[in-house]
Each structure stands twice: as C-alpha cells, then as structure tokens.
T-cell receptor
Framework: DTEVTQTPKHLVMGMTNKKSLKCEQHMGHRAMYWYKQKAKKPPELMFVYSYEKLSINESVPSRFSPECPNSSLLNLHLHALQPEDSALYLC????????????FGSGTRLTVV | AQSVTQLDSQVPVFEEAPVELRCNYSSSVSVYLFWYVQYPNQGLQLLLKYLSGSTLVKGINGFEAEFNKSQTSFHLRKPSVHISDTAEYFCAVSAADSNYQLIWGAGTKLIIKP
C-alpha cells in the first residue's frame, strides 16, 4: 500500500459545527503532516507529527486541533471555523520527518458557510 | 534559510512540443530537491526528486530534471507534452537547517494548447 487516504473528500460545514478530517497511511512512515492549500497557491504547513509527537505547531488558530492516535492515523478536528478557512486540506507522510519526499493524499475540499 | 523561485506563473505550450519549467533555489547548505504535480481538483503527486548522485533525474510521465549546483537550479523538462500534462507544477526544497521541512515555490501552471 503506497497511498495516503483522506476522508471525506468534500465537506461543507457551518461556522458553529464541529467536524473532523481523517488521514491514514500503511507505508510504515513515522512522520505525518497537515497542510492547508488555497487556490493557486502552494501548500502551507500546519502541523507535523513525528513518531506520534507533535513537533511543530506553527501559528495556526486553535480552532484547528490535530490528533495522532497511532503511527498510521492522523486527524484534524475543526471547530468554529471561519469562511476564510475554506481550502483544500492535504495530509502527507514521509519515512522520517522531512526525509526523502512526502506522499500526499488527495485532500479534503472544505467549505465553511 | 532556503527559498524557492519559480519564475514563470504560467507556461503555455503546444501539444507535442518540448517544455522547460524553471526552478531556482537559495540555500547555504546541501539540499534535497523535488518536483510535485497537482492535477485539477487533486492532491500533490511526486514527479521526481534529487537527493544525491547523478545530477540528471528521471521521473514519472516522461519528465526529467537536472540539478545544477553552480546555478542553484533544478529545471524540469519534458521533450513532448500531452494534453494530460495540464496541471500545476511545484518545485520544493528541503535541508537540514530548516529541519527538512519542504519550502515551496509559488507554482507554475502548464497550459497545453491543442
């Protein structure tokens, strides 16, 4: 299995909703990432998990909350989002943190209404 | 710290013609270099990567890239493009002094004209 699987593919949520994005990989990779991508822009790193420990938490709003239940799974919990949070959310994994290229999932297209 | 410059935001080219997408980077340390492709409404797919060794790297879908250390470039080439190559192409670099995080170029949209 050489894929990163993301669910759902599309999500529409209101500003008061709570939802979660899910990501799964079975390549034995020990680093997993969440990226946000706006249209016609490169992806922006949100969170990094390396060996199931959050190693980078940039200035991402607290309405985004990552969770890594085990080395194969990565979740992104969403709460009280704003319309400007509408974007493509991409999950990626790599053998080790930053090593030798990432494998990306196909993303979740999120629309906040 | 590294930075990546993709000079062309769009490159229009006729079908079956050759194409080169340019990527330049700045870094004071050794780097790893990557090209990713993003088809419409999809995620990112790794086209090719340079880690070490031969400076000419071959990737998927007939693409290749050449690492030029003196010019700090990693240009992507294909001898004959197809309509299916229409996509956004991102160059990225990682290095030890940024904890190997990917630093991205702004992207180049490849437009294939029939």
């Amino acid at each position: 299995d050489t894929e990163v699987t993301q669910t759902p593919k599309h999500l529409v949520m209101g500003m008061t909703n709570k939802k979660s994005l899910k990501c799964e990989q079975h390549m034995g990779h020990r680093a997993m990432y969440w990226y946000k991508q706006k249209a016609k822009k490169p992806p922006e790193l949100m969170f990094v998990y390396s060996y199931e420990k959050l190693s980078i938490n940039e200035s991402v709003p607290s309405r985004f909350s990552p969770e890594c239940p085990n080395s194969s799974l990565l979740n992104l919990h969403l709460h009280a989002l704003q319309p400007e949070d509408s974007a493509l959310y991409l999950c990626a994994s790599s053998q080790t943190q930053g090593g030798y290229g990432y494998t990306f999932g196909s993303g979740t297209r999120l629309t906040v209404v | 710290a590294q930075s990546v410059t993709q000079l062309d935001s769009q490159v229009p080219v006729f079908e079956e013609a050759p194409v080169e997408l340019r990527c330049n980077y700045s870094s004071s340390v050794s780097v790893y270099l990557f090209w990713y492709v993003q088809y419409p409404n999809q995620g990112l797919q790794l086209l090719l990567k340079y880690l070490s060794g031969s400076t000419l790297v071959k990737g998927i879908n007939g693409f290749e890239a050449e690492f030029n250390k003196s010019q700090t470039s990693f240009h992507l080439r294909k001898p004959s493009v197809h309509i299916s190559d229409t996509a956004e192409y991102f160059c990225a670099v990682s290095a030890a002094d940024s904890n190997y995080q990917l630093i991205w170029g702004a992207g180049t949209k490849l437009i294939i004209k029939p």
